[in-house]
């Protein structure tokens, strides 16, 4: 086959769509080393003064009002992108990422948030012939993800693809892939070695995550936690959220030798391999890589929307539990404390989810006579 060029498109509200995005390219590349790849966050790059207010102000409302965002998730669950959203999204990034798609000439390019979304949708209205997959990243299927044309989409789940036929999507324009994790993802490693690596302890630990924005500092749940740091080593993976970490790392309570706070890494891999259960909010992605890794995981304070959505999925199959009540916590470190005793049973790994079937289906789509017939005359 010959060389192929991947553009993947994303926006950053919430770190998962541009994470999924680059999960995307690695696995591609590593199973298909010629082919040339490229992610770009389009907002960002084509408004890059604008781009942060945006993003900070939508931090700031997922912060101070989850209901609202929750509420408005659900008023427009049903409805696509509207037209005078399009029509807005249309005169900010037409001539800008018409611009761009021509200078890169991809053979597709996926987007992996409705926003890009919706403004390559509204190119190829008006002409663009570049197949355009919609890589959804989470376990539920908003209306704003759905646009008529899309040539395919690349979905979670069973359950998805069969919200999106139910919404008219034609069936062959579906395809279940499963959510994207990175290559280092797509093997478990023995924890003792992880742990040894690490320079952690050889003892039961927690990996405590979705800190990012600062949403995991509740008194409750850190007493909860602290309570259990001489039978449990806790670690606290708090992303970029350096002031975060800084405040959890001041706290007198987390001062003890089993309890390690750490900012960004490159290793959420192997955290996850030197871990017994992951605590997390229930970010598509993160989800994503524990159930990859089939570690047991504890969801704590979904936003309203989406997160709702993927804990319910991930709670009704059995690859975790809401953490409705801190006593929870006692029952599941008492699980791994005291395994003989547990009466707490989950399934390890989804027979269903393959690491690497994205990226895989994304080049067999690209091998279809019905793509190459459309790239023979894309940039004509």
Not at 17 to 35: E, M, V
Not at 159 to 185: S, W
Not at 336 to 347: A, G
Request: net charge positive; hydrophobic share 40%.
């Amino acid at each position: 086959m010959s060389k192929k060029r991947v553009l993947i498109l994303s926006e950053g509200f919430g770190n998962g769509h541009t994470q999924a995005g680059h999960a995307l390219a690695a696995g591609i590349k590593k199973l298909y080393p010629d082919t040339k790849t490229k992610v770009m966050e389009l907002g960002s790059f084509l408004n890059p003064i604008i781009a942060p207010w945006i993003l900070s102000a939508y931090r700031v409302t997922v912060n101070t009002s989850p209901a609202l965002v929750g509420m408005l998730y659900r008023k427009k669950y049903e409805k696509p992108v509207g037209r005078l959203t399009r029509l807005a999204l249309h005169k900010m990034f037409y001539q800008h990422a018409s611009q761009v798609i021509g200078q890169l000439k991809p053979d597709v390019i996926i987007c992996t948030h409705p926003i890009p979304n919706a403004v390559i949708a509204r190119l190829k209205a008006s002409g663009l012939r570049v197949p355009l997959f919609t890589l959804i990243t989470d376990y539920d299927a908003h209306g704003s993800w759905i646009s008529p044309e899309v040539d395919q989409y690349l979905v979670s789940t069973p359950e998805v693809k069969e919200l999106l036929l139910q919404r008219g999507v034609c069936p062959d324009a579906v395809r279940v892939t499963g959510i994207p994790v990175h290559p280092n993802f797509w093997s478990i490693q023995d924890k003792a070695s992880a742990r040894s690596e690490l320079g952690i302890k050889q003892m039961p630990t927690v990996l405590v995550m979705g800190g990012g924005w600062g949403l995991l500092f509740k008194e409750e749940l850190i007493d909860k936690l602290v309570a259990w740091r001489n039978r449990v080593q806790i670690v606290y993976c708090t992303g970029s959220n350096e002031k975060l970490a800084e405040k959890l790392r001041a706290c007198p309570a987390m001062q003890h030798e089993n309890i390690t706070v750490i900012g960004h890494t490159q290793e959420v891999s192997k955290w996850m391999d030197a871990s017994d259960i992951l605590i997390t909010k229930p970010g598509g992605m993160t989800c994503t890589e524990g159930l990859a890794k089939g570690i047991p995981m504890l969801f704590f304070e979904s936003i309203p929307g989406q997160e709702e959505k993927n804990r319910e999925y991930f709670v009704s199959h059995g690859f975790g539990m809401e953490l409705s009540s801190p006593e929870l916590i006692d029952q599941w470190f008492h699980s791994i404390t005291e395994p003989s005793q547990s009466t707490l049973i989950y399934d390890k790994v989804s027979p269903l989810y393959q690491p690497d079937c994205c990226a895989k289906d994304v080049i067999s789509l690209l091998r279809k006579p019905s793509v190459q017939a459309k790239l023979e005359y894309a940039y004509l």
